[in-house]
């Protein structure tokens, strides 16, 4: 044994080839700071071993690394940002004399090797890998860029537009695409990687492979004219620009330092990609978007603990076949529980079939899947105009109209069908889940499962417990939307639950502006354009529909008075009185038209502003400031008041509801994020500001206490010490 770490091993196998094994403490290995120190402990006994030929890198397990130990971002990049800065420079350091070794290196690589998994093997002089490989730099994803010198060696390797691409949208490739576009040299078996890797390091020992030329292009400027650099760079620039805007300068940081540091040797190259990664790590929008991973991984990890002793349903049926039934029941089928899809007329069936067999077409033209699979997923679903086969499923969801009476009644008859221990949900978005069990014999294997439209897209679940709901039957409900490809998070019952009774505040606050005479327009420009938003509440209001609005309007008014019962009309009543119900009838706040491509796109109505002068004061101009304040104040305080109420477990889980159900900008984080990265003591003050426009602006005590302390609503980052920013 040449040296033995916590995380890796260095060892001779034979004829002076030493092997280099990451092999870490649990299930996956983690380019850590731990390891990064390793490695450079055993790198200083390779350098030490007159006798060295070559050098084989390795995992003992069945991923090479799947990245960086983003549990520790948070604290890393609270450092000071010169110790944060000297520390890349030790890293860096490291692959650097990983790089430099005077033998040729190969990586055997199997399954993940991202982030700094990725740069470690760009290190090495060859790289070859099972056919199970994913590799890639997912930095900017994360509000971030390559800091371990994937910025400078990928691109030397590939050339520029192949690197740009991986870098800049965050990608990861599969085996094939790797070896196609040079960033691995072979695919070989998974039993005879070992064996290849020792095969190609002989060949490089007796001289019939060029390694010194092959790493010599990693240590150079980029091979680029400057008609050539011009074109690659101004490209790469617009289209990150269009793609990734103005909030998330990650991606366009990384291709203006890959453009700085193409003329410049390794070393220069290196300080630039450091230069620019260290504000990039202190930005609240890494920490926003490092937050989000980190919750969804807690999400993931309470969603398994919860469910660790139910069944994942293996048939299900859902109840309504519109369009929310049929989505519904295609995720299911799609990822393999079969469905029965009951309603009371062929006309509503053809339409959830057509919706499920839209969305199989749509896998089959992005090439996801094929024929068959297409065939055997719509073969999943069962329509059905009776309750045959009801006995036999495990779990049922109804989505049918949104009305309390008949709701309660579809649900009843359904319940006589089913076997005792079956699970009933109701797919209700704003109905309180105890009133709808009034009806049931079995209210504790009843709960509510509300899932967002589209189906497929919307990544979030809300599981709601009713007063009477066991835990086996929200664990069952969790394991079905886990399955599904969803991420679900349990909430308590309150009219609305937690995603929409957070909304119809906001969408309160959007009505209280027409009112005083703001435009609509310049509303939905400044929440899109300015806070981030991926629709304005003009443009979501016709996406959900007037009528559902209006309903759930008087469902939320009914269910928190105080501050959600309306005194005077408002414009959402008018477009509902007038017929306009938005996209659904090509009629609301906008004009719906349908492009060539059958795309559904807004278009100006000339006759709103007309329509609306009822509802909306005189014309005065706002400040965008005052907009994104008085849009948002009224939703954040719903959600801490949620979170004083239990409705939502904790800040981490209401800040992902919120990201996964309503597309709050992810940037910013979730509410809680946003308050810590705003301070809760500037949303107060901003708040009384707007005091005397009711009772929807009067912040709730826990905000007013986290103020006055100054508090967090997040755990703060501890600076990571010298301990483990060691850099020597």
């Not at 400027?221 to 990150?240: C, D, G, N, Q, Y």
């Not at 709960?447 to 589209?454: A, T, V």
């Not at 800040?651 to 308050?675: C, I, K, Q, S």
């Not at 809760?680 to 009711?694: I, N, P, Q, T």
């Amino acid at each position: 044994m040449l040296y033995q770490g916590e995380t890796l091993t260095l060892n001779w196998l034979a004829d002076g080839i030493a092997e280099l094994v990451f092999d870490a403490p649990g299930s996956v290995n983690k380019l850590d700071t731990r390891t990064v120190a390793s490695l450079g402990e055993a790198i200083a006994v390779l350098e030490q071993q007159p006798a060295l030929r070559g050098l084989l890198l390795r995992s003992a397990k069945p991923a090479f690394i799947v990245g960086a130990d983003i549990t520790e971002f948070l604290s890393l990049f609270a450092a000071p940002a010169q110790k944060l800065t000297d520390w890349l420079g030790f890293a860096n350091s490291i692959f650097n004399r990983l790089e430099d070794l005077p033998v040729p290196t190969v990586s055997a690589i199997s399954g993940y090797a991202l982030g700094g998994g990725c740069e470690c093997v760009l290190a090495t002089d060859y790289r070859i890998a099972s056919a199970d490989l994913r590799i890639g730099l997912p930095e900017t994803r994360l509000g971030i860029m390559p800091g371990f010198g994937g910025s400078v060696r990928l691109p030397r390797l590939l050339g520029a537009d192949g690197a740009l691409e991986i870098i800049a949208a965050g990608k990861d490739v599969d085996a094939p695409q790797a070896l196609k576009i040079g960033l691995i040299d072979a695919i070989v078996a998974p039993e005879k990687l070992q064996t290849a890797a020792i095969a190609l390091l002989n060949e490089a020992i007796d001289g019939r492979q060029a390694w010194r030329e092959k790493r010599q292009c990693k240590l150079q400027p980029l091979k680029l004219s400057r008609i050539e650099a011009a074109m690659s760079f101004t490209t790469a620039k617009a289209m990150v620009q269009q793609t990734a805007g103005k909030h998330y300068p990650a991606p366009l940081t990384a291709v203006k330092t890959i453009e700085a540091a193409a003329g410049m040797g390794r070393e220069q190259a290196l300080a630039l990609e450091t230069a620019a990664f260290v504000p990039l790590a202190r930005s609240p929008e890494a920490r926003a978007l490092v937050g989000i991973f980190l919750n969804e991984q807690a999400l993931k990890a309470k969603a398994r603990q919860l469910t660790r002793d139910v069944v994942v349903p293996q048939r299900a049926a859902v109840l309504g076949a519109g369009i929310m039934g049929g989505g519904i029941a295609w995720q299911s089928a799609w990822k393999g529980v079969p469905v029965l899809m009951k309603d009371i007329s062929e006309k509503a069936l053809a339409l959830g079939m057509g919706e499920a067999a839209k969305l199989s077409t749509k896998q089959l033209e992005r090439g996801r899947i094929d024929g068959l699979k297409l065939a055997s997923v719509i073969g999943a679903i069962q329509p059905t105009l009776n309750y045959a086969g009801f006995d036999r499923v495990d779990v049922v969801v109804e989505a049918v109209v949104e009305n309390p009476k008949i709701k309660a009644a579809v649900l009843q008859e359904t319940e006589a069908q089913l076997r005792p221990d079956a699970i009933l949900a109701s797919n209700t978005s704003t109905i309180p889940i105890s009133l709808l069990a009034g009806s049931l014999q079995r209210p504790e294997n009843f709960c509510g499962m509300h899932f967002f439209n589209p189906v497929p897209r919307m990544p979030l679940v809300e599981v709601i417990r009713g007063s009477k709901t066991a835990d086996r039957t929200i664990a069952t409900v969790m394991a079905w939307a886990s399955q599904m490809g969803k991420t679900p998070i349990v909430v308590n019952d309150c009219p609305g639950f937690f995603v929409n009774r957070v909304l119809f505040p906001y969408f309160a606050a959007f009505s209280l502006l027409l009112r005083d005479g703001a435009d609509f327009r310049q509303i939905d420009r400044v929440m899109e354009k300015r806070f981030g938003w991926p629709m304005g509440p003009s443009w979501l209001l016709d996406v959900v529909g007037i009528d559902t609005a209006h309903h759930a309007q008087q469902v939320m008014a009914d269910g928190f008075p105080a501050r959600m019962k309306k005194t005077d009309r408002d414009a959402i009543d008018v477009l509902f009185d007038a017929g306009r119900y938005g996209q659904k009838n090509q009629l609301g706040f906008w004009r719906w038209e349908t492009d060539a491509k059958g795309k559904t796109k807004k278009v100006a109505d000339d006759g709103i502003d007309m329509l609306l002068q009822t509802v909306v004061a005189s014309a005065r101009s706002f400040s965008d400031e005052e907009i994104v304040s008085r849009m948002m104040i009224p939703m954040i305080n719903e959600v801490v008041r949620c979170l004083e109420e239990g409705i939502i477990a904790s800040v981490a889980e209401a800040d992902m509801a919120l990201v996964y159900g309503l597309g709050f900008p992810p940037f910013r984080g979730g509410v809680f994020r946003y308050l810590d990265t705003l301070g809760s003591d500037r949303v107060v003050a901003e708040a009384e500001a707007f005091h005397a426009l009711g009772p929807l602006y009067h912040i709730p005590q826990s905000l007013a206490d986290k103020a006055a302390s100054a508090a967090s609503w997040y755990p703060q980052a501890t600076p990571a010490g010298d301990a483990i920013l060691k850099t020597a």
